[in-house]
């Protein structure tokens, strides 16, 4: 059973950092992409980043470019995204999915409970 | 980038109702839209790839069809388990963008 699993996510302030984690089991990690969905409080999902399987293709919404940082091991199973200079718009709850191939373009299919991020003064 | 819009923002019906949701882009995506369902505390859940194909284990009481710009998500029969935030997203091109959702409540 596919299972991905979120940490890192906590209270910070303006301008800080956070790095987030994400631990994948039940499939095999090396050969999906991966992605980072967040949700706003009261707010629609928004996406931020996708990774490659081989982390060659890095992709950032341009709400992140700049400020945040996808990466991957496979060899630990884990995808991060590291977040500088955070916002308040920031504040939200942040999703890893693995993307899968279908037959029209790819669509996220398993997801994790999510991290709260909150940043604050 | 792609605007997603969708139709109504919220809905309230009784169980047994059949549930019709639209998802509009902003240009042709042709059939590259997904179908979420949102629910407090939970992992999203795919329900629909590619505009109409079912994932695994979804209720075939879920059905999507489109293409080009205007897309549909409908529930034949809404179960009291349905009620939720479903939300479309393209994957045509990067970023792959989410509609703002629609909100599914009990009447």
């Known amino acids: 059973e596919v299972h991905l699993v979120e940490s890192g996510g906590g209270l910070v302030k303006p301008g800080g950092s956070l790095r987030l984690s994400c631990a994948a089991s039940g499939f095999t990690f090396s050969s999906n992409s991966m992605n980072w969905v967040r949700q706003a409080p009261g707010k629609g999902l928004e996406w931020v980043s996708s990774i490659s399987s081989t982390s060659t293709y890095i992709y950032y919404s341009d709400s992140a470019k700049g400020r945040f940082t996808i990466s991957r091991d496979n060899a630990k199973d884990s995808v991060y995204l590291q977040m500088n200079s955070l916002r308040a718009e920031d504040t939200a709850v942040y999703y890893c999915?693995?993307?899968?191939?279908?037959?029209?373009?790819?669509?996220?299919?398993?997801w994790g409970q999510g991290t709260l991020v909150t940043v604050s003064s | 980038d792609i605007q997603m819009t969708q139709s109504p923002s919220s809905l309230s019906a009784s169980v047994g109702d059949r549930v019709t949701i639209t998802c509009r882009a902003g240009q042709s995506i042709s059939r590259y839209l997904n179908w979420y369902q949102l629910k407090p505390g939970k992992a999203p859940k795919l329900l629909i790839n590619a505009a109409s194909s079912l994932q695994g284990g979804v209720p075939s009481r879920f059905s999507g069809s489109g293409t080009g710009t205007d897309f549909t998500l409908i529930i034949s029969s809404l179960q009291p388990e349905d009620f939720a935030i479903y939300s479309c997203q393209q994957s045509f091109s990067i970023p792959h963008t989410f509609g703002p959702g629609t909100k599914v409540e009990i009447k």
């Open positions: 999915a693995r993307e899968r191939v279908v037959v029209a373009g790819t669509a996220l299919d398993y």
